[in-house]
């Protein structure tokens, strides 16, 4: 036992070690990160600003993109630094940090995407109750709940992930903290424990998704029985984005739950990582602004009047 180092500190592999392939690697992802932060932003403002969006439905798409900017901010920042700066080093601490951060983000957004199958399924089976039912202050509770479950489940998952010291390897292949690769070197007792967090977790998780599955049958069963074609594609269009959020957020989770935990690093396994961590909040925000009517048109009345601005001052500069 005396032997044995116990590390404080981990080493991220690059793909190549080409300090040209990784400063592209870097602005790749800084490019990523840019773009999701501004697809993002412009959700929430143009939430925020424009009063015909303040309703429930706008106010949990808000809550989305804001758990978005979070999500990918906790990865990328840091990978991008590495990656131009040639370094590969993190700290067990900003490593536990990037888990559990991440952890809670994906969590939340989890139980918000069931909130938001909830208030459609209100909104169009039963629009005559839906002011009644989905109460400013219901909104508030469930955005809170969905917070208090993250931040319970987050502690839960990294602690039992960090409980134990390293002693096996301080390598991770991969650019950041990835939780199959921290327990690829974690002890037998941290893996029998995660494994117990993770067929719990999983078996919720399959409850939400049940949960979110027969929302949307009835949503979709409701709106086929609508005749007119207006009321109809109306609300398809408030639908559809949450729907293909909900697909991407699916398939992102099974690429990562499912995915093959590499021995060295890979473009495949970048690829993938790339896909899970940084895909959704880059995709999310251009889903809403090309389904969504209202974000769409409100969006454009922000660009217009941007414009206008912009005409006004260089004219009043010549």
């Known amino acids: 036992m005396d032997n044995l180092t116990i590390f404080t ?25 840019l773009g999701a932060l501004t697809g993002n932003f412009l959700t929430v403002t143009v939430i925020v600003t424009y009063t015909r969006l303040h309703s429930p439905m706008y106010f949990f798409i808000s809550n989305v993109a804001l ?11 840091k990978a991008v630094v590495n990656s131009m700066a040639g370094r590969k080093t993190i700290s067990l601490t900003e490593c536990a940090a990037q888990i559990f951060l991440y952890a809670i983000f994906e969590a939340v957004e989890i139980a918000l995407l069931v909130v938001m199958s909830y208030d459609r399924y209100v909104a169009i089976c039963h629009p005559l109750h839906y002011g009644l039912i989905i109460t400013p202050s219901l909104c508030s509770q469930a955005t809170a709940g969905s917070w208090a479950s993250g931040l319970v489940y987050s502690a839960v998952h990294t602690g039992a992930l960090f409980r134990l ?14 939780v ?8 037998p007792e941290v893996k029998f424990s995660e494994f117990v967090i993770l067929a719990l977790s999983v078996s919720l998780i399959l409850v939400c998704f049940a949960f979110m599955f027969v929302s949307y049958i009835n949503i979709f069963s409701t709106v086929l029985k609508i005749h007119s074609g207006e009321a109809r594609n109306k609300a398809i269009s408030t639908c559809t984005p949450q729907l293909a959020i909900l697909f991407l957020f699916l398939i992102s989770g099974t690429v ?13 396994n970048l690829l993938t990582a790339m896909f899970y961590s940084m895909v959704p909040p880059f995709v999310n925000p251009i889903i809403y602004c090309l389904r969504n009517r209202e ?14 601005m912009l005409s006004k001052i260089f004219k009043a500069k010549s």
């Open 9 to 33: 500190e981990f080493l991220l592999m690059d793909v190549t070690a080409s300090r040209e392939l990784q400063v592209l690697q870097g602005v790749l992802f800084l490019v990523i990160y």
């Open 67 to 77: 758990l978005d900017l979070g999500s990918i901010s906790v990865v990328v920042p």
């Open 165 to 178: 010291p390293f002693t096996k390897t301080n390598v991770i292949q991969q650019c950041f903290c990835d």
């Open 180 to 187: 199959p690769q921290i327990l690829r070197i974690s002890s």
């Open 256 to 268: 990562a739950a499912l995915g093959p935990i590499p021995n060295k690093p890979s473009i495949e």
């Open 295 to 308: 974000i769409n048109a409100a969006l454009r009345r922000m660009f217009n009047r941007f414009s206008e």
